[in-house]
Structure formats: C-alpha cells, structure tokens
C-alpha cells in the first residue's frame, strides 16, 4: 500500500467512527428522551396517589456501606442503586467507600436515563424502565 493509499484508508476509517459515533449518541439521545418521558409520567403519577418518596441512600461500589444523600424520590431496583428522584431526575447511587461519606454523606450527580437499566449487564441483571416504574406504582 502507497502512503497516499494508506493515508486515504485511515481517513475513511476516522470519519466513518465519527459517523458511527455520532449515530450512537443520537440513539442513546432519543431512548434518553423517551425514558424522562416516562419518568416524568411516573412522578406525577406516585406523587398524586403514592407510594410515597422516601429518603435516598447511595452505596458503596462493594455494597458494604450506605451513605446518606441530599435526595428524596423512589428506588428502581431491589438492590437500591437506581433511583428517581422527586423532580424526575434519575441516579445511579453508587460511590466509592469513604469514611467521610460515612459521616457526611455523599451528593450523586443526576445522569440521563436509559431505556433499560443494567443493559450488557450479567443475565436478570437488566430491567426496562416502564418495567420497573409500574413494580413501583405496584408497591
């Protein structure tokens, strides 16, 4: 292959990961979009006729610890990582083990919500939103 051959190659190459990229992150935009959508339905819902928001804990990425957070809202999975809270934002409450946190409490950051949480994650592990709101509302 001639360096301008090659050249050519690895050109096309970066620009269809671009594109690629970019597609990725317009899908993840929309299954993000449509997930609020549901939340937002949700919050409107539990908060008319329950169950009622409770205080929100994070824990430890071991899962030994639990720390106190700032939040108020409802725990999408048994295991009590995932959460929405009362203005509808979503949390993934996991944080490293601190002794601090242990007396402070930790402040996780809102991320966008997927479609299916814990997706690529161990078999049983993955749970899709709608599903897991109405095992909520089911409470």
């Known amino acids: 292959m ?5 050249a050519r190659w690895r050109e096309e190459r970066r620009a269809a990961a671009e594109a690629h990229g970019e597609l990725l992150a317009s899908r993840q935009r929309a299954e993000s979009a449509q997930a609020q ?3 937002d339905a949700f919050v409107r819902r ?6 009622s928001p409770e205080p929100l804990f994070a824990r430890s ?3 030994r610890a639990r720390y106190r957070t700032p939040l108020v809202g409802w725990y999408l999975r048994r295991d009590e990582t995932v959460a929405v809270d009362t203005d509808g934002k979503f949390y ?3 944080a490293p ?3 601090v946190a242990r007396f402070r409490g930790v402040t ?10 814990g997706a690529g994650g161990k078999d049983g592990e993955s749970l899709d939103m709608s599903e897991a709101l ?6």
Not at 2 to 6: H, I, L, R, S, W
Not at 108 to 117: C, F, H
Not at 134 to 139: E, F, G, M, T, W
């Open 134 to 139: 109405a095992r909520v509302l089911a409470r």
């Open 97 to 99: 083990s601190s002794l």
């Open 108 to 117: 996780p950051e809102p991320t966008a919500p997927p479609l299916v949480i």
């Open 37 to 39: 959508e549901q939340i």
């Open 92 to 94: 993934v409450l996991t």
């Open 61 to 63: 990425y071991d899962g």
């Open 2 to 6: 001639t360096d301008e051959k090659a």
């Open 46 to 51: 539990a908060t008319k006729v329950g169950p």
